[in-house]
C-alpha cells in the first residue's frame, strides 16, 4: 500500500484540487473519478498524470497503461473521493483545452448553448443529453460552474469527455455561429412558438438559461425565433436540463422522420 496517512501531501493537494477551482485552473489539472468516467477520458485521448486506486473498494479495473498507479487505504480513499459510494478509482488528468477552431459540425448540426448555468448537476445532465442525441458541440457561455468540477464530470457520467465542449463568452459564440450560418433557437417560456412546431431540419443552436432568470437579453434579442415548452401546471418552467433534452430530441425526431 502506497498511501496510508491521511495527512499525506499528495491526499492534501487532492482535496485542494476537488474543492478549489482556482488550483485546478492554476494547475491545468483535474480530478476524474469512477471506472466509466475515467473510461470515457481514457477514449478521448486523455493521459492521466496519475491513478490512484484502494484495492478494497475497486471491484472493476481500468484499462491503463504507461502511468502510475498509486494504491491508498480505503480511509484515504473515502478522503479525497467526491462520491458517497466510491469505486476505488480516481485520477489526475491535464485539463482538456479546446476551442471554437477545434469544432467540426455536420451538414444538419445542432448545438446546445448552455448560458450561465449555476448547478454542476444540471450541465452535467445537459452534456448527458448531447452525448445521447449526438449533438455537435455544446458552448458553455459565462458559465457560474466550473466545467471541470468534479460534479459535473460526475454528473455527465464523463460525457463531458466524448462531447466537443467550449467555454467562451457570450459575443464570441454567437459570432462564431453567424459565421457558421446557425438558425438559433431560444428556449423561454414567455415564447409564443411550441418548441414541436419549429422545422428542425436546418443548421441550428439552442440556446438556455438559468431556471430562476431564463437566457439574458443578449440571447434573447439575437435568436433568430423564440419557442416555449408548453406548461399546464401551475410553474412556469421546466428544469434547464429536462427541457434542453425535450427540445434536443424534437430535434432528434424530425430529422429521423425526414
Do not use: H
Amino acid at each position: 500500500m502506497d498511501i496510508v496517512s491521511l495527512q499525506n501531501p499528495k491526499v492534501k493537494y487532492i482535496v485542494k484540487l476537488r474543492e478549489d477551482k482556482r488550483q485546478r485552473q492554476r494547475d491545468g489539472l483535474i480530478l476524474v473519478e469512477g471506472v466509466d468516467e475515467l473510461t470515457l477520458a481514457l477514449e478521448s485521448g486523455l493521459r492521466p498524470q496519475s491513478l490512484l486506486t484502494a484495492p478494497e473498494l475497486a471491484s472493476r479495473s481500468v484499462d491503463i497503461s504507461n502511468a502510475e498507479v498509486t494504491t491508498v487505504s480505503r480511509a484515504v480513499f473515502e478522503k479525497i473521493s467526491y462520491r458517497d459510494n466510491p469505486d476505488g478509482w480516481l485520477g489526475i488528468f491535464p485539463a482538456p483545452k479546446t476551442s471554437l477552431d477545434d469544432l467540426t459540425l455536420s451538414a444538419a448540426a445542432l448545438v446546445i448553448v448552455a448560458e450561465s448555468l449555476e448547478k454542476p448537476g444540471n450541465l452535467g445532465a445537459i452534456l448527458r443529453t448531447a452525448d445521447a442525441a449526438k449533438v455537435d458541440a455544446v458552448i458553455v457561455c459565462d458559465p457560474r460552474v466550473d466545467l471541470w468540477n468534479p460534479n459535473v464530470i460526475r454528473a455527465s457520467r464523463g460525457t463531458v469527455f466524448a462531447v466537443p465542449t467550449v467555454e467562451v463568452d457570450s459575443p464570441t459564440a454567437l459570432a462564431w455561429l453567424r459565421s457558421r450560418k446557425m438558425r438559433i433557437l431560444a428556449a423561454t417560456p414567455s415564447a409564443e412558438i411550441l418548441y414541436t412546431d419549429v422545422n428542425m431540419n436546418e443548421p441550428s443552436a439552442v440556446a438556455v438559461g438559468t431556471e430562476d432568470e431564463g437566457l439574458t437579453d443578449f440571447w434573447m434579442q439575437n435568436a433568430d425565433i423564440q419557442v416555449k415548452i408548453p406548461m399546464l401546471g401551475k410553474v412556469n418552467s421546466l428544469n434547464v436540463s429536462i427541457a434542453t433534452a425535450l427540445i434536443t430530441y424534437e430535434f432528434v425526431r424530425q430529422r429521423d422522420s425526414k
